[in-house]
């Protein structure tokens, strides 16, 4: 199976998929040089998401994951008509998070393109009664994880700017809407002084991977040795640095222009 995202902020994903489908051979490709998708046109993401697809489907996957809410938002409709295998995104967590948070008051942080999406709207207009959300583009950050510098002042200064506002609020719960924040997660923290729940839907994708392959009767056996395989069209040294903190096991990384 494959997974794709604009960067390395997907390998999120990844660690859960590994441990929830452990069987499974990945091939994951990261295309840290066109990061970020986020502020790109609708367009531009597209293509380039469709560029990622085709060589996913190259090495032969079954399936794929779009670890990116950006991609999710503005393409996998068009993908799930145009591809034949089966598609799993991810999308802000608003209906866990409305579950969670006691004032009712949520914060979701995710990227420009993701929240402005038509997608998002829908989402919001389902889940967002009875609830006070307050949306914030993350501007920068997805940067800041790219260069490796997501432990920075800049990374606590624009968290700062972003969350503290919210909780002033009342905001108790936080969608992270861009799976490259888990990697800010220790910041988050920091920054929030731990008052705030915050939702990660890297878990629920992992389980619904798990789901589709069963229905599709896709799903490796017991048997099957898995293989790991990763492709950046960025900074080879910087990808190899995230996936070893996802990865225990031997893995080959391939730098790749597509
Ligand atoms: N990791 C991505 C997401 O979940 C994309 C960030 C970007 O490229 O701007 O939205």
Do not use: W
Not at 162 to 177: A, N
Not at 205 to 220: E, G, I, P, W
């Amino acid at each position: 199976m494959g997974i794709f995202d604009s960067g390395v902020g997907g390998l999120c994903v990844f660690r859960e998929i590994k441990k929830r489908l452990p069987h499974e051979s990945i091939q994951y490709f990261a295309d840290s040089h066109n990061c970020p998708y986020g502020s790109k046109t609708k367009e531009d993401a597209l293509s380039l998401s469709r560029k990622n697809i085709e060589f996913l489907l190259e090495q032969d996957c079954k399936l794929i994951v779009i670890a990116c809410n950006t991609v999710t938002a503005v393409a996998i409709d068009s993908f799930r008509s145009e591809y034949k295998i089966p598609f799993v995104g991810m999308e802000p967590a608003l209906k866990p998070a409305a579950l969670q948070s006691k004032t009712k008051r949520i914060g979701i942080l995710a990227t420009e393109n993701t929240l402005n999406s038509r997608r998002f709207k829908q989402t919001f207009k389902k889940y967002a009664t009875g609830l006070e959300v307050f949306v914030q583009p993350g501007y920068g950050l997805v940067e800041l994880v790219e260069q490796r510098t997501q432990n920075s002042d800049r990374a606590r200064c624009l968290l700062s700017q972003y969350l503290l506002p919210m909780m002033d609020k009342g905001v108790d719960t936080l969608v992270l809407g861009c799976t490259h924040y888990p990697f800010l997660m220790e910041m988050i923290k920091q920054v929030t002084k731990n008052r705030i729940t915050i939702i990660d839907p890297a878990d629920a994708v992992a389980n619904q991977t798990k789901r589709l392959l069963t229905q599709f009767d896709l799903a490796s056996n017991e048997n099957h040795h898995p293989l790991f395989h990763f492709y950046t069209s960025g900074d080879k040294k910087i990808a190899q640095t995230f996936i070893d903190h996802a990865i225990k096991t031997p893995y080959i990384l391939e730098q790749v222009n597509i």
